[in-house]
T-cell receptor
Framework: NAGVMQNPRHLVRRRGQEARLRCSPM?????VYWYRQLPEEGLKFMVY????????ESGMPKERFSAEFPKEGPSILRIQQVVRGDSAAYFC?????????????FGNGTRLTVT | GQQVMQIPQYQHVQEGEDFTTYCNSS?????IQWYKQRPGGHPVFLIQ?????EVKKQKRLTFQFGEAKKNSSLHITATQTTDVGTYFC??????????FGTGTRLKVLA
């Protein structure tokens, strides 16, 4: 029973390039959350998606960041024109229902480094 | 907006000593979850508390939810080196969104 799969594990981008982070939720999970974590800091909520719908993107910067969770395929977090401040670990989590009733299952994260 | 603070931020203990981390929310919570993140790893769910004053135990770990449902604590008895990591609380406010605390980083000295 595969857990939440994120790839790539590490991603290096130069300033101005695009970063695409992928997340495949656990089997049977239709709710996906993206969190961002700076070194030695907590997890900051970015966006919550269900299949084909963005439910809450209040934690995501309005410019350069976008997320999707298509009917088929993984959830994608896309960062355009990356800047050094985007360097962080990005964690995806999934749950079978709304997280208020069930735990979040986290992937191993994608560690983005912007040079 | 809702804030969830944890203290202490860091804690170093000798192996065998006890450890406690405290979680405080600025608003009343519907429930609270606790996660552990090992260095270089990802958060792993430990437990969920729902009822006011609830206490749950997992071996050497004791979790408590305050009467007012605004604070929580995690206590580890007789720490071991395997307890090393960052412990996060995550407060739920009745919706799908959990606000994670700032975390307590535990180091256990052998």
């Amino acid at each position: 029973n595969a857990g939440v799969m994120q790839n790539p594990r590490h991603l290096v981008r130069r300033r101005g390039q695009e970063a695409r982070l992928r997340c495949s939720p656990m089997k049977g999970h239709s709710h996906v959350y993206w969190y961002r974590q700076l070194p030695e800091e907590g997890l900051k909520f970015m966006v919550y998606l269900q299949k084909e719908n963005i439910i809450d993107e209040s934690g995501m910067p309005k410019e350069r960041f976008s997320a999707e969770f298509p009917k088929e395929g993984p959830s994608i977090l896309r960062i355009q024109q990356v800047v050094r401040g985007d360097s962080a670990a990005y964690f995806c989590a999934s749950s079978p229902g709304t997280a208020i009733n069930s735990p979040l299952h986290f992937g191993n994260g994608t560690r983005l480094t912007v040079t | 907006g809702q804030q969830v603070m944890q203290i202490p931020q860091y804690q170093h203990v000798q192996e065998g000593e006890d450890f406690t981390t405290y979680c405080n929310s600025s608003t009343t919570l519907s429930n609270i979850q606790w996660y552990k993140q090992r260095p270089g790893g990802h958060p792993v769910f430990l437990i969920q508390l729902v009822k006011s004053g609830e206490v749950k135990k997992q071996k050497r770990l004791t979790f408590q939810f305050g009467e007012a449902k605004k604070n929580s604590s995690l206590h580890i008895t007789a720490t071991q080196t395997t307890d090393v990591g960052t412990y996060f609380c995550a407060g739920g406010s009745g919706t799908y969104k959990y606000i994670f605390g700032t975390g307590t980083r535990l180091k256990v000295l052998a």
